[in-house]
């Protein structure tokens, strides 16, 4: 069982920059791909990015491509989500996810859900 909780999100004018954290419990944090999601009002939940538990695996979303950073730490049991040049359409409740796939941007593969944290982008 892993338990995820993010933190980092606010609210920030367009162009600002955030820095989203997401804490993992358990002991096989390494092992496991971990994702950041993100969700609007009457939309389906969409991949932001993922980092795979293989080095030098990332995904990012056309959307975020340049703007957006994933990184994690496995010492640390955290994974981060750096955004920035951010856009009034980045507005959302951030996911971070956790599974065991080398990589995937389909929310089903992830087996372990925080409970998001909201961003907010003033224009």
């Known amino acids: 069982q892993v338990q995820l909780v993010e933190s980092g999100g606010g609210l920030v004018q367009a162009g600002g920059s955030l820095r989203l954290s997401c804490a993992a419990s358990?002991?096989?944090?390494?092992?496991?791909?971990m994702g950041w999601f993100r969700q609007t009002p009457g939309k389906e939940r969409e991949v932001v990015a993922a980092v795979s538990w293989r080095p030098g695996i990332t995904y990012y979303a056309d959307s975020v491509k340049g703007r957006f950073t994933i990184s994690r730490d496995n010492a640390r049991n955290t994974v981060y989500l750096q955004m920035n040049s951010l856009k009034p359409e980045d507005t959302a409740i951030y996911y971070c996810?956790?599974?065991?796939?080398?990589?995937?941007?389909?929310?089903?593969?992830?087996?372990?859900w925080g409970q998001g944290t909201q961003v907010t982008v003033s224009s």
């Open positions: 996810a956790a599974g065991s796939q080398m990589m995937s941007y389909t929310p089903s593969h992830y087996d372990y």
């Open positions: 358990g002991r096989t944090f390494s092992t496991y791909i």
